[in-house]
């Protein structure tokens, strides 16, 4: 719109001022249109709408502030801008026009220049107002398309996402379970008779199997946390004798190099809630690296518990360039080439480290000099404990005579639990899915089941709703024995009522320590 083709409508019963405006203004290359009545004003500017409203107020029919105020509330022309021109000359009569919607108000006898430049003053705010409203709507499309297609991205993230988790936790149950059959049935071959050539190769299966399943729980670890689905068990430890334990391991492998491993225990505590699977797994990382990556010299390892956990490990090892050092917590990058690597590892351990503390809330550091050794700084704030702790009732009588009912579908795996079981004194059960495991219950009666969560038919977890649901195995204490350990499975089996939750592949002393804990038998 420019000002040539504004369109301007002026209703006014007086000819002459009709036609005075209608002059000038076409002068000035208006399109200008004229009515003599308010009825007829308000048809015109109905059907064929202007760009702004000229109109004088004192009218036969209806007054010109009537007329704006119909015009104000007919969307076809509620947005017009309206100019009064009146000989009433009084403040009321102005604030009367402004508060019936006029823009403006011209009083007679007019000046034509006044007239003028008031007129395209509003003519030019109206296209500046039309142009703002248009970039404002092709904005919001825009908008509106972007948040469309932003949507459409998420959810697709989401399900590629999903997709991963479930692969993960696919690729996690089919792997553990063979697994966990080889590293049971080496365990059992140990007990055998073997010639010396005989028990090498059995040792070596053993090593390679267990180098694979600390690898493959590396992977699981790491996609886990990147996912953020591990779940934490929160619980008060004693750090101390934790740190003790664990430098005792490491000061086994330490000396096998000639390297001396000391530590130090300060702080105004020994209690503090933390997972201690996790911290654990922390600090053999560390004491672990610095043993492999040092060749002379000590490690020291200087723990104290104030309000957080400050721990640091210092080795005078093979140390890192400083402008690596930020290098080594990312996942799969070791410094050394891969053609001429003397130390095995899958460079995932600080990976793994750091993202621990980050999910605990704290942090992993360090402090490096090449062939001046390394400092690794931990530091973790206290937890809040998941859960009090229940006063554990141990079983003080031992496994012998126990009857566990196993539920698992895998035979070789069934073996393995079977003979770890009847070797402990247990007098086992059978069930191959989850409708004998109901059968199988009423049957042999037992003082716990060791349930597999992933079962043909019938899976863990419906069997487990089921027991729970006859109230005299109410309080029977069932174990999942399971390959699943995503948070959000541990949680729903929970939710189910499983009491415990061992992973494959089982470890014969966490089996066996698991099920005299919840079978309160003294
Ligand atoms: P891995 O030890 O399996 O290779 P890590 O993630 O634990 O994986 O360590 C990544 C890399 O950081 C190692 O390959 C090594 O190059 C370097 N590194 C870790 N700890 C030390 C240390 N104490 N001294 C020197 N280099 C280290």
Request: charged share 30%; net charge negative.
């Given at each position: 719109m420019t000002k040539e083709n504004a369109k301007i409508l002026i209703v006014d019963d007086n000819e002459m001022i009709r036609d005075v405006l209608e002059e000038i203004l076409s002068m000035e290359g208006y399109d200008v249109q004229c009515c003599s009545n308010a009825t007829e004003g308000l048809e015109c500017g109905h059907s064929d709408p202007p760009d702004l409203f000229i109109l004088d107020i004192?009218?036969?029919?209806?007054?010109g502030l009537e007329l704006c105020r119909r015009l104000k509330s007919d969307p076809a022309t509620m947005d017009i801008p309206v100019i009064f021109i009146s000989g009433l000359i009084g403040m009321e009569e102005k604030i009367a026009g402004f508060k019936a919607g006029g823009v403006d108000y011209i009083t007679k006898p007019f000046q034509n220049l006044d007239v003028l430049i008031r007129v395209k003053t509003h003519v030019e705010l109206r296209k500046k107002t039309q142009i703002l409203e248009s970039m404002n709507e092709w904005l919001e499309e825009k908008v509106e398309k972007r948040t469309r297609e932003l949507r459409l991205a998420k959810e697709s993230a989401e399900k590629a996402n999903n997709a991963k988790s479930e692969f993960l936790a696919n690729i996690n149950h089919e792997i553990r379970t063979p697994l966990n059959g080889v590293l049971g049935m080496l365990k059992l071959m140990g007990n055998c008779e073997m010639n010396d050539d005989l028990e090498m190769y059995h040792n070596l299966a053993d090593f390679s199997a267990r180098h694979l399943s600390a690898v493959f729980s590396d992977i699981l670890d790491y996609t886990q946390l990147d996912s953020d689905s591990m779940r934490f068990n929160y619980e008060s430890l004693d750090i101390h004798k934790l740190v003790e334990n664990v430098c005792l391991l490491q000061r086994e492998h330490a000396q096998n190099k000639g390297l001396e491993l000391k530590w130090e225990l300060t702080g105004d505590r020994t209690e503090f809630v933390c997972d201690e699977i996790r911290l654990v797994q922390i600090l053999n990382n560390l004491l672990g690296n610095a043993v492999k990556y040092s060749n002379k010299g000590e490690i020291t390892l200087r723990c104290h518990l104030s309000d957080d956990l400050n721990i640091e490990v210092e080795d005078q090892g093979v140390g890192i360039p400083s402008e690596r050092t930020e290098e080594?917590?990312?996942?799969?990058?070791?410094?050394?080439?891969p053609y001429t690597k003397e130390h095995s590892g899958t460079g995932l351990g600080l990976a793994i480290s750091r993202n621990l503390c980050q999910a605990m809330n704290g942090a992993l550091s360090v402090n490096s000099k090449p062939g001046k050794g390394s400092c690794f700084t931990l530091k973790l704030p206290e937890q809040k404990a998941r859960f009090p702790k229940p006063p554990v009732e141990h079983n003080?009588?031992?496994?012998?005579?126990l009857r566990i009912l196993v539920v698992e579908d895998n035979t070789i795996n069934l073996y393995l639990l079977e003979n770890i079981l009847e070797a402990a004194g247990c007098r086992v059960f059978q069930a191959l899915n989850g409708e004998e495991a109901m059968e199988e219950l009423e049957a042999s009666d037992p003082d716990i089941v060791l349930l597999?969560?992933?079962?043909?038919?019938?899976s863990g977890l419906e069997v487990i709703r089921e027991i729970r649901a006859r109230e005299k195995y109410r309080n029977l204490p069932v174990i999942a024995v399971t390959a699943y350990s995503h948070k959000d499975d541990l949680d729903r089996f929970e939710d189910a009522g499983i009491n415990a939750v061992i992973t494959k592949p089982v470890s014969e002393d966490v089996l066996i320590d698991t099920i005299m804990l919840h079978s309160a038998r003294d």
């Open positions: 004192t009218m036969p029919d209806i007054d080594i917590f990312t996942p799969f990058l070791q410094l050394e080439s003080k009588g031992g496994a012998e005579n597999d969560m992933g079962l043909p038919r019938k």
